[in-house]
């Protein structure tokens, strides 16, 4: 099975720093990336899917790039209610797998 | 409006069985594949089963295959999850999503908690 992996585990940032989350799948999986955002105690919300394209209403602070193992997702200008864990989850073929999730404080 | 209600959780004993269910809304149930994903307590999310539109094609996770039984009921606009021999570590809040390939839809979630 195609694990992923993300890295970091945790960051802290300021306000208006730019952060970048990696994803790493063990085997290609071409586009087939997706990114979501869960704010503690809240539902997972999609921001980001086939890799790089913006969900509708997600804030254009919020990018996504990458193909095949490597995947990104970009958060340029922080704000305070980006606090939250970020997922990745491959969704080409079964096991969906999500990566472990990166913990963003402020 | 797009709205997946779940229900179903609850205590249970180690070894008991539960069923969840999920009441769908705001869309054509049938056109939409669906996935149950989990979250124990202060982890990770962690996708448990998929099932196509027509109930033809179904997958889960290892940790769960043998055990966990997902079905739908178009006619219902229902998806569900049979869960038979639970341990201590299939507590979790429980979310049925709908999958356009990626989840663009996930419900409140219903926590099971197994225990003695």
């Known amino acids: 099975d195609i694990q992923m992996t993300q890295s970091p585990s945790s960051l802290s940032a300021s306000v208006g720093d730019r952060v970048t989350i990696t994803c790493r799948a063990s085997?290609?999986?071409?586009?087939?990336l997706a990114w979501y955002q869960q704010i503690p105690g809240k539902v997972p919300k999609l921001l980001i899917y086939?890799?790089?394209t913006l969900q509708s209403g997600v804030p254009s602070r919020f990018s996504g790039s990458g193909s095949g193992t490597d995947f990104t997702l970009t958060i340029t200008s922080l704000q305070p209610e980006d606090v939250a864990t970020y997922y990745c989850?491959?969704?080409?073929?079964?096991?969906?797998?999500f990566g472990q999730g990166t913990k963003l404080e402020i | 409006e797009v709205q997946l209600v779940e229900s179903g959780g609850g205590l249970v004993q180690p070894g008991g069985s539960l069923r969840l269910s999920c009441k769908a809304s705001g869309f054509t149930f049938s056109s939409y594949n669906m996935k149950w994903v989990r979250q124990a307590p202060g982890e990770g999310l962690k996708w448990l089963s998929f099932i196509s539109g027509r109930g033809s094609t179904i997958n889960y996770a290892d940790s769960v295959r043998g055990r966990f039984t997902i079905s739908r009921d178009n006619a219902k606009n229902s998806l569900y999850l049979q869960m038979n021999s639970l341990r201590a570590d299939d507590t979790a809040v429980y979310y049925c999503?709908?999958?356009?390939?990626?989840?663009?839809?996930w419900g409140q979630g219903t926590l099971v908690t197994v225990s003695s």
């Open positions: 085997q290609a999986i071409s586009n087939y």
């Open positions: 086939a890799a790089s």
């Open positions: 989850q491959k969704y080409n073929s079964a096991p969906y797998s």
């Open positions: 999503a709908r999958a356009n390939g990626r989840i663009d839809f």
